[in-house]
C-alpha cells in the first residue's frame, strides 16, 4: 500500500483518525478522503421493498447537501418557504430514526439559487461536539450536540456583497479549532477561518472574484496537521488553518465544482484533467508529480484509495494509478443521468449516487470494475451520503434514509 | 422545662432563620435570574451582524439557555423589532426553551399566533410547533391568515388555498378564488403561479399593476465596456442623470458613435427590457435606462431590481444600489434597495452593463424593476 492508511492515520488529528467508525463529521467524511475502509454497507437496497433501509425519515425542506453522522446523531440541513429564507438543522437517532431535535432560523443573506439546487446546499460539519450548519445565503450556525444554539453569524449581512444567485455549495471545514469556510462569487469573495467554540473570526483572506462551488480540504501531513487547501477557477492556495497564512500558491485555474483532495504528501486537483502535486519539504513548494487530462473529475471530487485514483465524469468512471497517472480502465454507468454527488468506498465497493436517486455499487479491481449492484431510491440525490459504521446515510431531496443490513 | 421551651425556642428561631434564608435567596435568585434574562435579551435584541456583535451575543445567548420553558413567551415577544441577527438568536433559544416546556404554554402560544403585532418571524415558529405532524391543525390554523402581515405566514396560507382551489370544479368560483389569493400574495413565484393558473381559467391578470414594475422608459446607449472596463466610469450622461440636468434630446458620443435618448414600453408582464434585442446583441457595451415619477407626499420606498448584468441604480441622484456582477443569476426582487420618495417629482437612473462572455448563457442583456413598500405591495406614482 503506497499510500498508507496507517501514516494516513498517524498525522490526523484526532478528530479525525478516531477508530470510532460511527462518525462521519463533514463532506466527504476523515480527511475529506470519501473512505472509510472498515464499513460494508449493504450492495443491495431497494427503496420500493425496504429492502435493506433501516429507516427513511421526511425532512423539512430540501437540499443539495448531504448528512453527517455524529455521537449517534444523524445530522441534515433543510431550506424550505417563501425564497427557501426558513433553513432548518434536524437531528435524527441514527438508531431508530427518531427526529432528536430541530432547530430553525431565517436566512439573512441572499438565498436564491438554481431550482435544482437548495438554500441547503453545503454539507454540515461537526468537530464532534459542536454542529456547524453553513448555507448558500451564507449564514453560518453553530449547534451543541442538544441543538442548542451556541454563535451565529450571517455572513451575508456581515459581508453583503458575497453571493451568488446560482446558489453557493461550498462545505465548511472544521480542522482543530478553526472551521474555514470559502465563499467566492463575483461579488466580495473571502475564505475565513473562525474559532469553533466562539465564533470570533480569526482570518480572513481575499479570493478572486469568480464563482466557485468547490469546498476547502484539509491537508494532514506529518508535522504540519493544521493546512488547508483552497482551489478555484485561477488558483490553488494552501493555507494554515488557524492564521489564515498563505504557505503555497499556484497560478493554476481548478475546477469550480470538483473539490481537492490531499493524501498524505500528494495534492489531487481536478486541472487539466486531474494534476497531482507532491508538497516538497525543503522549498515548501508544490511539485507536480503527473497530469492527465484523461483522468477528470466532473462534477464530483477526485478520490484516492490504496494507490489507486477514480474519477468520475458524465458517468465514466476512470480508474488510474495514484502514482503516476496511468489508466488502467474505464467503465460506464448505464444510464447514469446526471451525477453530483461525491461516491464514497466502504472497502473496495464504489457507492455512486445519480441525481435520481439510482446507486450503483462498483467493486474496483485491479484490471476492471463490476457494476455489483444498482439501487433505486427513487428520490433526487445530489449530496455526498455518510458512512457511519456499516450503513449508509443519504440525505436526498426531501428525506434522510439509513441503508443498512436489516437485521 | 424551660430548657426544653428555650430549645423549642431555638429551633423555631433557626427554622425562621432558614425560611428567611432561602426566601431571600430564592428572590435574590429570581433577581438575579430576572436580571440577567432581561439583559441577555435585551443585548440579543440589538446585535449587529459584525465580531463585535458575535462576541456581545455568544455569553449572552448562553446566559438565555439556562432559563426555563415558563419563560418562552418573554423570548418570543422580544423578536419583536429586533435586529435580524438578534431574531435568529432569539428564535432558536426560544426554539430550544419550547422542547423544555413541550405543550404546557400551547394556549398561550395560540394567543401569540394569533395576535399579529408579534414578530412574523416569531408567530411562525409557533405555527410550526402547534400544528407539528397535524396537518388538518395546521390548515385550520393557516385558512384565515391569506392576507397576514406575516409575509411567511401568507406564504404558507395562499400555498395550502391553492391546493384547495384546484380542487374547486365550478370555473367562475375557481376564478373567484385565485384572483382573491393573486390580490393577496406578494411573494413572486407564488404571484406568477397564481396569474399562470388565471391565464388558463382564461382571466388574464396585469402582473405589471400588481407587482409595481416600471414598464415604460428612456433608454441610451451604447457606452463601451470592453473588457468590463467602465463599470465605474462617469459617461457625460450619467454626471447629467445625476446632475438633474438630463436632456432627453441631448445627443451623447457613445460606443458606435454619437448616440441619443429612445422610448421604450416593454409589455413583458414581468416588466423586462431586453436590452440585447434593443441593441443589437451589442458585447462590451453599457445602456442608461431612465424614467421620473410623481409621488403627492413622501413615502417609503423598495427598489428592487432584477437583472443577470452588473448594474448601478440611482433615486433622486443618490446612488442606492451597485452590483458588479455578471451572468449569475436574474430574480424579480434580487437587488432591494431603500428609498425614500419626496413630493414632487422623483428621478430613477440604472445603469446596465453587459460583458462579453461567449457562452450561450451569457447573451442575455435585460432587467426589470418594481417600486413597492416593504412587504412587496406596489407602489403605483403617476
Known amino acids: ?338 451525477i453530483w454527488s461525491t461516491p464514497v468506498v466502504c472497502k473496495d465497493n464504489l457507492y455512486v449516487f445519480t441525481d435520481t436517486g439510482r446507486c450503483f455499487v462498483v467493486a474496483i479491481g485491479e484490471k476492471s470494475a463490476e457494476i455489483v449492484a444498482t ?33 | 422545662m424551660i430548657r426544653v421551651q428555650n430549645s423549642k425556642c431555638t429551633r423555631l428561631l433557626l427554622v425562621a432563620h432558614i425560611a428567611a434564608a432561602i426566601s431571600w435567596t430564592c428572590s435574590h435568585a429570581r433577581l438575579v435570574h430576572a436580571n440577567d434574562f432581561s439583559q441577555a435579551i435585551a443585548r440579543l435584541r440589538t446585535i449587529a451582524p459584525s465580531d463585535d456583535g458575535n462576541r456581545q451575543a455568544v455569553p449572552a445567548v448562553a446566559s438565555l439557555q439556562q432559563a426555563s420553558g415558563a419563560d418562552l413567551i418573554p423570548v418570543l415577544a422580544a423578536m419583536k423589532d429586533a435586529t435580524p441577527v438578534g431574531r435568529n438568536y432569539l428564535a432558536m433559544v426560544a426554539n430550544s426553551l419550547y422542547r423544555k416546556s413541550g405543550a404546557a404554554l400551547n394556549s398561550q402560544l395560540d394567543e401569540f399566533l394569533q395576535n399579529t403585532n408579534n414578530d412574523g418571524e416569531a408567530r411562525y415558529m409557533v405555527l410550526q410547533w402547534l400544528t407539528a405532524n397535524d396537518v388538518t391543525k395546521r390548515s385550520s390554523k393557516l385558512a384565515s391568515m391569506t392576507e397576514d402581515p406575516s409575509l411567511e405566514l401568507r406564504f404558507a396560507a395562499i400555498e395550502l388555498a391553492l391546493t384547495r382551489a384546484e380542487n374547486i370544479s365550478d370555473k367562475a368560483v375557481k376564478t373567484t ?72 434630446s441631448a445627443e451623447y458620443a457613445g460606443k458606435n458613435g454619437p448616440t441619443r435618448w429612445i422610448q421604450h414600453t416593454t409589455d413583458n408582464q414581468e416588466g423586462v427590457v431586453n436590452l440585447a434585442e434593443l441593441y443589437d446583441k451589442e458585447k462590451g457595451a453599457i445602456v442608461y435606462a431612465f424614467q421620473t415619477f410623481e409621488f403627492e407626499t413622501a413615502k417609503d420606498i423598495e427598489l428592487r431590481l432584477g437583472t443577470i448584468n452588473a448594474n448601478k441604480v440611482w433615486w433622486n441622484g443618490e446612488l442606492v444600489t451597485s452590483n458588479e456582477v455578471y451572468h449569475a443569476s436574474m430574480e424579480i426582487d434580487q437587488y432591494i434597495a431603500i428609498a425614500k420618495a419626496k413630493p414632487g417629482t422623483n428621478r430613477l437612473v440604472l445603469k446596465l452593463c453587459q460583458n462579453e462572455q461567449t457562452q450561450g448563457w451569457a447573451q442575455d442583456w435585460k432587467f426589470q424593476i418594481r417600486i413597492c413598500e416593504a412587504d412587496g405591495t406596489a407602489v403605483l406614482p403617476k
Open chain 1, 375 to 407: 439501487n433505486e431510491l427513487g428520490e433526487m440525490v445530489l449530496g455526498s451520503p455518510a458512512v457511519s459504521d456499516d450503513s449508509l446515510l443519504v440525505r436526498s431531496n426531501t428525506k434522510l434514509w439509513k441503508i443498512a443490513k436489516s437485521e
Open chain 2, 177 to 248: 378564488e385565485l384572483t382573491s389569493l393573486f390580490n393577496s400574495a406578494r411573494q413572486p413565484t407564488q404571484v406568477i403561479a397564481i396569474a399562470k393558473k388565471l391565464s388558463d381559467l382564461g382571466q388574464p391578470v396585469d402582473m405589471i399593476k400588481h407587482f409595481g414594475f416600471v414598464n415604460r422608459w428612456n433608454l441610451i446607449g451604447p457606452f463601451d465596456n470592453i473588457g468590463e472596463a467602465h463599470f465605474d466610469t462617469v459617461y457625460p450622461v450619467e454626471s447629467d442623470l445625476i446632475a438633474n440636468k438630463s436632456d432627453l
Open chain 1, 1 to 338: 500500500m503506497r499510500y498508507g492508511l496507517g501514516l494516513l492515520l498517524s498525522v490526523i488529528p484526532l478528530q479525525y483518525a478516531s477508530s470510532e467508525t460511527s462518525q462521519w463529521l463533514q463532506f466527504r467524511g476523515p480527511a475529506a478522503s470519501s473512505h472509510q475502509p472498515q464499513a460494508s454497507p449493504p450492495i443491495q437496497f431497494d427503496a420500493a421493498s425496504g429492502k435493506n433501509v433501516s429507516w427513511r425519515v421526511d425532512l423539512p425542506g430540501r437540499s443539495a447537501g448531504g448528512a453527517i453522522a455524529v455521537d449517534g446523531q444523524v445530522i441534515a440541513t433543510s431550506s424550505s418557504g417563501m425564497d427557501q429564507r426558513r433553513i432548518f438543522i434536524t437531528s435524527v437517532s441514527a438508531k431508530t430514526g427518531e427526529t432528536l431535535w430541530e432547530q430553525n432560523l431565517v436566512a439573512r443573506g441572499r438565498p436564491f439559487c438554481h431550482p435544482y439546487s437548495a438554500n441547503a446546499a453545503p454539507t454540515p460539519a461537526s468537530d464532534g461536539q459542536l454542529i456547524f450548519a453553513f448555507y448558500s445565503s451564507n449564514d453560518l450556525v453553530a449547534l451543541n450536540l442538544k441543538g442548542e444554539v451556541v454563535w451565529y453569524r450571517s455572513l451575508g449581512s456581515e459581508f453583503p456583497k458575497s453571493g451568488n444567485d446560482t446558489g453557493m455549495s461550498s462545505s465548511p471545514l472544521v480542522i482543530e479549532d478553526t472551521l474555514v469556510v470559502q465563499v467566492e462569487c463575483q461579488g466580495e469573495s473571502f475564505a475565513a477561518g473562525l474559532d469553533t467554540k466562539s465564533g470570533d473570526l480569526l482570518w480572513k483572506i481575499e479570493r478572486p472574484h469568480q464563482a466557485n462551488w468547490s469546498s476547502p480540504v484539509p491537508w494532514f501531513r506529518e508535522g504540519s496537521n493544521n493546512m488547508v487547501v483552497l482551489t478555484s477557477g485561477v488558483d490553488v492556495t494552501v493555507v494554515n488553518a488557524r492564521s489564515g497564512a498563505k504557505l503555497a500558491t499556484l497560478d493554476k485555474g481548478a475546477s469550480t465544482i470538483s473539490s481537492a483532495l490531499a493524501v498524505d504528501d500528494q495534492l489531487y486537483i481536478a486541472a487539466d484533467g486531474m494534476t497531482a502535486y507532491q508538497w516538497n519539504t525543503t522549498t515548501n513548494m508544490l511539485d507536480k508529480l503527473w497530469q492527465s487530462n484523461k483522468l477528470e473529475p466532473g462534477n464530483s471530487s477526485p478520490i484516492v484509495f490504496g494507490a489507486t485514483v477514480v474519477a468520475l465524469k458524465g458517468g465514466v468512471l476512470t480508474v488510474a494509478d495514484a502514482q503516476d497517472g496511468s489508466i488502467r480502465y474505464k467503465t460506464r454507468l448505464p444510464d447514469s443521468g446526471s
